[in-house]
C-alpha cells in the first residue's frame, strides 16, 4: 500500500519560515520524481517546486528564492524549506511521487500564514 504522509504545516507570521516533510513507503523512493503542489481556497491546485531522483529542481516563479526542495532517498522522504513566507502562501501543500506511469498523493499539510 503506497502512501504519501506530509507534516510540518502550521500557522506562521509573514516572513516566518517553515520546513515541510512528506515521507513515503510502498514505493521504490529513488525511482520517483517528487513534487510539492499547493491549493489556496478558490484556487487551482498549483505546481510549487519538483526534484528528480538525481537531484534536478524545479521552481515555479512564485516559490524561485524563497522555497527549497530536497529528497533524502535513504529515508525515503522529500522537503520542502519554505522561508520569507507571504500571506498569499497560504494553502494545502502536498506531495507527489510521479513516474511515466503513475503518480500517488498525499493527504496534504495546510500552512497558514497571518499576522
Known amino acids: 500500500q503506497v502512501q504519501l504522509v506530509e507534516s510540518g504545516g502550521g500557522l506562521v507570521q509573514p516572513g516566518g519560515s517553515l520546513r515541510l516533510s512528506c515521507a513515503a513507503s510502498g514505493i521504490i523512493f529513488s525511482r520517483y520524481v517528487m513534487d510539492w503542489y499547493r491549493q489556496a481556497p478558490g484556487k487551482q491546485r498549483e505546481l510549487v517546486a519538483d526534484?528528480?531522483?538525481?537531484?534536478?529542481?524545479n521552481y515555479a516563479d512564485s516559490a524561485k528564492g524563497r522555497f527549497a526542495i530536497s529528497r533524502d532517498n535513504a529515508k525515503n522522504t522529500v522537503y520542502l524549506q519554505m522561508n520569507s513566507l507571504k500571506f498569499e502562501d497560504t494553502a494545502v501543500y502536498y506531495c507527489r511521487a510521479r513516474t511515466s506511469w503513475t503518480n500517488y498523493w498525499g493527504q496534504g499539510t495546510q500552512v497558514t500564514v497571518s499576522s
Open positions: 526534484i528528480t531522483s538525481g537531484g534536478n529542481t
